[in-house]
Nanobody, 124 residues
Framework: EVQLVESGGGLVKAGGSLRLSCAAS????????IAWFRQAPGKEREGVSL????????DYADSVRGRFTISRDNAKNTVYLQMNNLKPEETAVYYC?????????????????WGRGTQVTDDT
């Protein structure tokens, strides 16, 4: 059974930083792609970033490029999302998801398994 468990969310002031973690089990972690999505209240889910664990290639939404960094630790089956200079409008539930699709994009329909999410809230 595939399980994805997010952690690291919390309260953060504008301009602050958080690091989210996504611990995966039950899948071929080192060849899958793991992505982060977020969903703000009243808005659709949007893709934030992805990393292919085999090639190490990454992609980011334009809105976070230069501020967020995705990384992985294949020995720990964990993907991280370092978020810097957070903005109030980035308050959302952040989810990680996995796919075995080759060269996926940040489109939720391409992802097979999802975590329950971790809440990031502006505390300004």
């Amino acid at each position: 059974e595939v399980q994805l468990v997010e952690s690291g969310g919390g309260l953060v002031k504008a301009g602050g930083s958080l690091r989210l973690s996504c611990a995966a089990s039950g899948l071929a972690f080192d060849v899958h792609t793991i992505a982060w999505f977020r969903q703000a209240p009243g808005k659709e889910r949007e893709g934030v970033s992805l990393i292919n664990n085999e090639a190490g290639t990454t992609d980011y939404a334009d809105s976070v490029r230069g501020r967020f960094t995705i990384s992985r630790d294949n020995a720990k089956n964990t993907v991280y999302l370092q978020m810097n200079n957070l903005k109030p409008e980035e308050t959302a539930v952040y989810y990680c998801a996995d796919t075995g699709v080759i060269w996926p994009q940040l489109k939720s329909e391409q992802y097979d398994h999802w975590g329950r999410g971790t809440q990031v809230t502006d505390d300004t």
